[in-house]
C-alpha cells in the first residue's frame, strides 16, 4: 500500500502564492500520472490539475488554469502543484492521488485514481 505525503499547505493572503508538494512512498508510483483535487466545506471534491507520467502531458481545471502549474522532474522527486494568484475560493483541503499505471486517461475522474493523500488545507483570506 503506497502512502502518499503532502506538504505545503498554509495560510496566504488573496493574489499570493503558494507550492504543494506529494512524494509517494514508493519510487515505483512517483513513475505514474498524478493528480490535485480539492475540497471545500460542503462541497464535493474536483478535480485541479493532473500530470502524465513523463511530465509532458498536464491537465487543468478551468477555474486554475493559467494561475496554477503542476510539474515533476522524475520519480525520485515530489510532484509539484505551484499556486499563484490564489483567491478565497481556492480555499480547500487539497488532496494528491496516484493511479497504479502509465494511463492518463480520464485523469480528471477522481474514480481513476487508486491511492491518495491525507490532504493539506489551504486557506486564501480576502
Known amino acids: 500500500q503506497v502512502q502518499l505525503v503532502e506538504s505545503g499547505g498554509g495560510l496566504v493572503q488573496a493574489g499570493g502564492s503558494l507550492r504543494l508538494a506529494c512524494a509517494p512512498s514508493d519510487r515505483t508510483f512517483g513513475s505514474y500520472p498524478m493528480g490535485w483535487f480539492r475540497q471545500a466545506p460542503g462541497k464535493e471534491r474536483e478535480f485541479v490539475a493532473a500530470?502524465?507520467?513523463?511530465?509532458?502531458?498536464?491537465y487543468y481545471a478551468d477555474s486554475v488554469k493559467g494561475r496554477f502549474t503542476i510539474s515533476r522532474d522524475n520519480a525520485a522527486n515530489p510532484v509539484y502543484l505551484q499556486m499563484n494568484s490564489l483567491k478565497p475560493e481556492d480555499t480547500a483541503v487539497y488532496y494528491c492521488a496516484v493511479r497504479d499505471n502509465y494511463s492518463d486517461y480520464d485523469v480528471r475522474r477522481i474514480h481513476e485514481y487508486n491511492f491518495w493523500g491525507q490532504g493539506t488545507q489551504v486557506t486564501v483570506s480576502s
Open positions: 500530470i502524465s507520467w513523463s511530465g509532458d502531458n498536464t
